[in-house]
T-cell receptor, first 114, second 114 residues
């Protein structure tokens, strides 16, 4: 498809388990973002990549959260030792270039930590 | 106080009604304003994008920005059941170094009843 693709769509993790969430941005998009959306809340910024460079990770809640985009296309958000408060939808988004204000979101990965 | 405040609703209207959705923001650095629509279990999709104060119209949708009072609005005319969704306002600063970071409101859940 032509949109931002995320997998898995749904993940149930036991507390303390590590999880990895994958994002395939729109082909050719330079900018990639991760947002976290808790139930009943708006998305909150986690981190930003321009190609393979992680230019901003100021929104990552703790050092248990790690994101990478090694070849400037696919990105992975990893959460170590998951806790209940990590339960949320993790949204990936991409845009053609840093100057673009049109940002396309994926459908999200729904994480539930039990 | 959050940087972008939005009444979460829920808002329920009959088909054909005019809907008014509103947000306020506190940071004068915010210069770009967007409205996203998010259907249940889907990612946000961009509806409207504005930069300057004033009105911008697109079909049944009108976005209004008043920078002097830091108030942004979305009007939906002749509302349809298919408009039932959560509407998120979002802002971006002008500074190119940080133009990627969207700050969202909580979202307003709208139901249009047939």
């Amino acid at each position: 498809g032509a949109g931002v693709s995320q997998s898995p769509r749904y993940k149930v993790a036991k507390r303390g388990q590590d999880v990895a969430l994958r994002c395939d941005p729109i082909s050719g998009h330079v900018s990639l973002f991760w947002y976290q959306q808790a139930l009943g809340q708006g998305p909150e910024f986690l981190t930003y990549f321009q190609n393979e460079a992680q230019l901003d990770k100021s929104g990552l809640p703790s050092d248990r959260f790690f994101a990478e985009r090694p070849e400037g296309s696919v990105s992975t958000l990893k959460i170590q030792r998951t806790q209940q408060e990590d339960s949320a939808v993790y949204l990936c988004a991409s845009s053609l270039d840093p100057a673009s204000n049109t940002i396309y979101f994926g459908e999200g990965s729904w994480l539930t930590v039990v | 106080q959050k940087e972008v405040e939005q009444d979460p609703g829920p808002l329920s209207v009959p088909e054909g009604a005019i809907v008014s959705l509103n947000c306020t923001y506190s940071n004068s650095a915010f210069q770009y304003f967007m409205w996203y629509r998010q259907y249940s279990r889907k990612g946000p999709e961009l509806l409207m994008y504005t930069y300057s104060s004033g009105n911008k119209e697109d079909g049944r949708f009108t976005a209004q920005v008043d920078k002097s009072s830091k108030y942004i609005s979305l009007f939906i005319r002749d509302s349809q059941p298919s408009d039932s969704a959560t509407y998120l306002c979002a802002t971006q600063p002008l500074t190119r170094g940080s133009n990627y970071k969207l700050t969202f409101g909580k979202g307003t859940l709208l139901t249009v009843n047939p």
